[in-house]
């Protein structure tokens, strides 16, 4: 069946002879192996000592004393629920919302364009920028939200108190965010063959479920890379953390591994520390993706109602 | 549309392919020698970079030094001392790409670079050239010290920290200037029932000088300059028990546990704050210098602390690597370029924008009514004190840093605090 | 089912009001979401003509009296060297990204193709090491890299750049691909290879035309983290002369405090050749093209 396009089962003649893989993959994966893989085989040796200064030549071995304080570090749990918030808040708003907005472009004639390229600006913008602009609205004397609270006769807002401030911090990512997502999801609803929806119309398949039934099964492999990029995403979150609540401001409660690597690289310089964090998140970054992958491996119970 | 994509990609191949070829010439190392000497290439790494007003006057002195000595080419790399700037200084020095000369800070820094012999002590360079930071002034010099008790770095510049007040603010709301404890609880009581911030702060995001300042006030330098390795003097606590007692009192900003150093340090250049604690290097940002004052942080009720101590530092200075030290062709003009970017003359100028000079240079006329308060205070301290990072292991001085918050909150005892800066004090 | 003429109309206007509604509502929507973006883009911009020590007290209004003090102060950032202007710059950075996102694409596309078409045994395996790599920060990374760029020689040089910025997209770039090209029915392919034509052949004429707003779109994100990677770029680009026009957001700040309109004339200075590269690769994202595609 047509629609069935690209589904694992339909292996095609043309793929049986394997001798061409190796000159697909050799390339991306040699320059991979050299400069992304032994450097971290590199930084995963260093996680077994410990090093005082980044860059520093001292170091001696301590076996896995850094993976047994990361055990006790009270900092990585916080970082690991706050981490798991942003997992949620990513799937849910940030690709949710982008996959909304990428369908609503998607059907509209008019003014598509702008929104494509208007959507597109929050990413292009430093976390530099867009975080001074969030820390100017949310400052207590005299910040833009609570000059608005004033005029509306209202008492200003702690805005980053220790129970609001890490929903204050996910609000400016998931909001650049959702551009990124966005761009990828309307490129793939693009390449949706329009004579798919011709179809789809002549049996009278349409709106909601014309999206359920053909859209979304169409660009499932697209969502599932998103998926994959959105676990990845939150648990790298970092730079715009960092300006807006540096040292997991208030009070270490709204650390990230992002964060909290930074922190103990380069503030407090226990470079072996660090890179046991870098491993471990590298480790919870496979399991999630695992699951992905398990969870979401075919998209063919889309199909198998009624096409 | 193949043929416009076709068309970038070839043009940026193209264009990628020229360049690359092109810019290994640069038009400096073209350039013919113009006298004797073999020409000679020096590279530096300084951190007069970015917002720091010193990098113009820096810059002319770089540009006269290779007008007068034009065989000798000035590599110039410097930027913004900032972590990830550290962090590339020392990946130089350990991956072989060592710098010729580099501007870098003392201390804890420091230490990997002299442990692992990257930098010559000015103890060595004076058997050969006996002048070589002969015009710094020894106190300043003594701030260079050490570990092994060796010099490496040529200071330029120190700084100070005190209580930078609003005089119009207190005089505005009839408060005395808190020359003295009593009066400093005053005057936070009287600005917070004014709707006043009595003291602009942040406890998130740079080290703020609270921490040395209320343990100096509680144990006067002796109990100050101490490095705490197994076990602390009982003034830090009760030194830095009074983030509570001010905490509760209103002294800080309602968000000073998140709010950012420069919006809070905004609060107290606009009056909207009566009182700051900060460093010689902010008064540049101080809007209003005529109505401004800066007081030593006054002595706690009990405290050790003489009112007139205050805290100080050089913590930066001019290294010459080892790797230029022992290579003949570079040698002299490592010794000159250091001895140039160090002289009274480029003191003098580095001044011009604050701090303490580190050399003996007359009153400088460029000075507003802060700065010049400010030296005056430097100079009749009775006791000077480094600031607490300069001995605490960064792992340490972190963890302090981090804790304040919760330390004003009462969330963690001061000794509890304490105990774990001890133990990760290493 | 008797339905009259009248109840047939009914139901048209009633399906009509639907889509008003329906129609209203996806643009409000989209308005809005567009009027955020569009603020922060003139905030940024807007600010970039005020006093900068301005900027903290007062960054929400429109600017009445604008300075181009904050662009003189970033142009003489950038010219503090001789040699060096800003668009040279602009040059350096181009050249760097452009070629970033050339031997991305073309790696990253032909290593997406075979994941996505071939069965292999540690497929699976493969494309979760991908994944991982996604996670590796840089600054675990960087140590490394730069022993052995500097061991090449190839410290200040653009190439030594491009190369590890090519291995720390390629993960993306085939995650990404991948997904698009799996989505791509496989019936042209298996036509192709009726007529005799090779895995190459169908690669470059059926598969790369077909999926070229993927490449597009997986070009202008590279393109975006090469160019806003300021950290692997000022450690291996040292003179000033190679900067790239990003390094101006390192220029930004000191012990001395941060310059809030330098930021800003810095951000819409470094931001501007970006949104003119999406405006132009813009047209490769165009729909019908590859419904056209598959036709013929």
């Not at chain 1, 761009?183 to 949706?192: D, F, K, R, Y």
């Not at chain 2, 043929?3 to 400096?28: F, K, N, Q, T």
């Not at chain 2, 300059?225 to 009074?242: F, L, M, Q, R, T």
């Not at chain 3, 990374?141 to 022993?147: A, E, G, H, K």
Request: some cysteine; charged content about 15%; hydrophobic content about 45%.
């Amino acid at each position: 069946m047509y629609f069935l396009a690209g589904s694992e089962t339909g292996i095609i003649m043309l793929y049986k002879d394997k001798r061409p893989l190796i000159i697909f993959l050799a390339p991306a994966l040699l320059v991979m192996g050299i400069f992304l893989y032994y450097p971290f085989l590199q930084n995963f040796a260093d996680s077994f000592y410990e090093i005082n200064g980044f860059g520093s030549e001292t170091r001696t071995y301590i076996g896995i004393e850094n993976y047994k304080q990361l055990l006790q570090d009270k900092i990585i749990l916080q970082a690991i629920k706050n981490t798991s918030l942003m997992i949620l808040f990513t799937i849910v708003f940030e690709i949710g919302v982008a996959l909304v907005l990428a369908l609503m472009v998607d059907g509209i004639r008019t003014g598509a364009k702008f929104f494509r390229t208007v959507f597109f600006f929050p990413i292009v913008i430093s976390a530099t920028a867009i975080g001074l602009m969030f820390n100017l609205f949310y400052a207590y004397n005299g910040g833009l939200f609570n000059q608005i609270l004033e005029k509306l006769g209202l008492n200003p807002v702690l805005w980053l108190s220790d129970e609001k401030a890490i929903y204050m911090i996910a609000l400016p990512i998931v909001w650049q965010y959702v551009g990124f997502y966005f761009v990828i999801i309307l490129t793939g609803l693009n390449s949706v063959p329009e004579d798919i929806y011709e179809y789809a119309y002549i049996d009278g398949v349409q709106g909601l479920k014309r999206i359920w039934y053909i859209t979304l099964p169409l660009v499932w492999d697209v969502l599932k890379a998103c998926l994959i990029l959105g676990i990845t995403g939150s648990l790298k979150i970092f730079d715009m953390a960092w300006v807006i609540a540096p040292y997991g401001a208030p009070k270490g409660i709204t650390h990230f591994f992002g964060t909290y690597l930074y922190q103990t690289t380069f503030f407090s310089q226990t470079v072996g520390y660090g890179s046991a964090i870098a491993v471990l998140v590298v480790i919870l970054g496979l399991l999630m993706s695992f699951a992905v992958m398990k969870l979401i491996r075919s998209k063919a119970f889309f199909y198998s109602e009624d096409m | 549309m193949k043929r416009i994509l076709a068309i970038i990609l070839a043009s940026a191949i193209s264009v990628s392919i020229l360049i690359s070829c092109v810019s290994p010439v640069g038009p400096a190392e073209s350039a013919s020698p113009v006298v004797a000497p073999e020409p000679v290439e020096i590279r530096f790494i300084g951190q007069f970079g970015g917002t720091d007003p010193t990098t113009p006057i820096f810059d002319e002195i770089l540009k006269k030094f290779t007008d007068t000595y034009p065989y000798i080419t000035v590599v110039n790399e410097s930027n913004t001392a900032d972590e990830s700037w550290k962090a590339r200084v020392t990946t130089d020095f350990s991956s072989g790409n060592d710098p010729d000369v580099v501007q870098y800070f003392n201390g804890p820094d420091a230490r990997i670079l002299i442990e692992n012999k990257k930098v010559v002590a000015i103890e060595e360079i004076k058997k050969i050239y006996p002048d070589y930071a002969g015009n710094i002034s020894e106190e300043a010099m003594s701030y260079m010290k050490e570990y092994d008790g060796n010099h490496y770095g040529v200071p330029v510049r120190g700084f100070y920290e005190g209580l930078f007040c609003n005089k119009d603010l207190f005089e505005k709301y009839g408060l005395d200037l808190p020359t003295d404890w009593e009066k400093l609880e005053a005057a936070i009581s009287g600005f917070s029932a004014e709707g006043v911030v009595p003291i602009a702060a942040s406890f998130s995001d740079v080290p703020h000088y609270l921490i040395e300042h209320l343990i100096l006030a509680e144990g006067g330098i002796e109990d100050h300059s101490v490095n705490p390795k197994d076990h602390y003097p009982e003034s830090w606590a009760k030194g830095i028990s009074y983030f509570r007692k001010f905490k509760e009192m209103g002294a800080f900003p309602v968000d000073v546990n998140a709010t950012k150093n420069d919006i809070a340090a905004n609060l107290f250049y606009n009056k909207q704050a009566a009182m700051i604690v900060d460093g010689s290097w902010s008064i540049g940002s101080i809007k209003y210098p005529e109505t401004t004052v800066i007081l030593p942080f006054p002595p706690t009720p009990e405290g050790k602390k003489d009112p007139s101590d205050i805290i100080v530092g050089f913590t930066v200075g001019f290294y010459i690597s080892a790797k230029a030290w022992n290579n003949p062709a570079k040698r002299d003009a490592a010794v000159m370029l250091v001895e140039t970017l160090t002289s009274n003359e480029s003191i003098a100028a580095y001044a011009e924008v604050g701090g303490i000079p580190a050399a003996d240079i007359g009153p400088i006329a460029s000075h507003n009514n802060v700065m010049k308060l400010g030296l005056e205070m430097s100079k009749a301290a009775k006791g000077l004190a480094m600031p607490i990072d300069s001995r605490l292991s960064k792992e340490a001085w972190t963890y302090f840093v981090s804790q304040t918050g919760s330390l004003a909150d009462g969330q963690i005892t001061p000794e509890a605090l304490l105990n774990e800066v001890v133990k990760k004090n290493k | 089912m008797d339905s009259t003429a009248a109840a047939f109309e009914k139901q048209i206007s009633k399906t009509k009001v639907k889509n008003v509604l329906s129609r209203v509502l996806i643009y409000s929507v989209l308005i809005l979401w567009a009027f955020s973006s569009i603020y922060m883009l003139f905030w940024v911009v807007n600010n970039s003509f005020r006093e900068k020590t301005e900027i903290l007290n007062d960054s929400f209004s429109f600017v009445t009296y604008p300075t181009d003090e904050n662009y003189r102060t970033a142009f003489g950032r950038l010219s503090r060297e001789e040699n060096m202007s800003i668009l040279r710059a602009y040059l350096n950075s181009v050249i760097i990204s452009g070629s970033t996102v050339i031997c991305v694409t073309v790696l990253g596309g032909l290593a997406a193709y075979a994941m996505a078409r071939y069965s292999f045994k540690l497929k699976n395996v493969l494309y979760l090491i991908l994944a991982g790599s996604l996670l590796f920060p840089a600054y675990s990374l960087i140590v490394p890299i730069f022993r052995m760029i500097q061991g090449i020689g190839l410290v200040n040089n653009p190439i030594g750049v491009i190369i590890p910025q090519t291995a720390v997209n390629l993960a993306f770039s085939i995650i990404i691909l991948m997904g698009f090209i799996k989505n791509l029915p496989t019936e042209i392919e298996e036509a192709a290879y009726m007529e005799g034509c090779g895995v190459f052949s169908v690669f470059f004429r059926i598969i790369l035309p077909v999926t070229k707003p993927a490449f597009a779109t997986v070009g202008i994100f590279t393109f975006l983290w090469s160019y806003n990677d300021l950290f692997l770029q000022m450690s291996i680009l040292r003179k000033r002369v190679s900067y790239p026009v990003s390094a101006l957001l390192n220029e930004i700040s000191s012990q001395f405090g941060t310059d809030f309109g330098l930021m800003c004339s810095a951000t819409t200075i470094v931001v501007l050749p970006i949104l003119i590269i999406y405006l132009f690769l813009q047209k490769n994202i165009m729909k019908g093209l590859t419904a056209g595609a598959i036709k013929g």
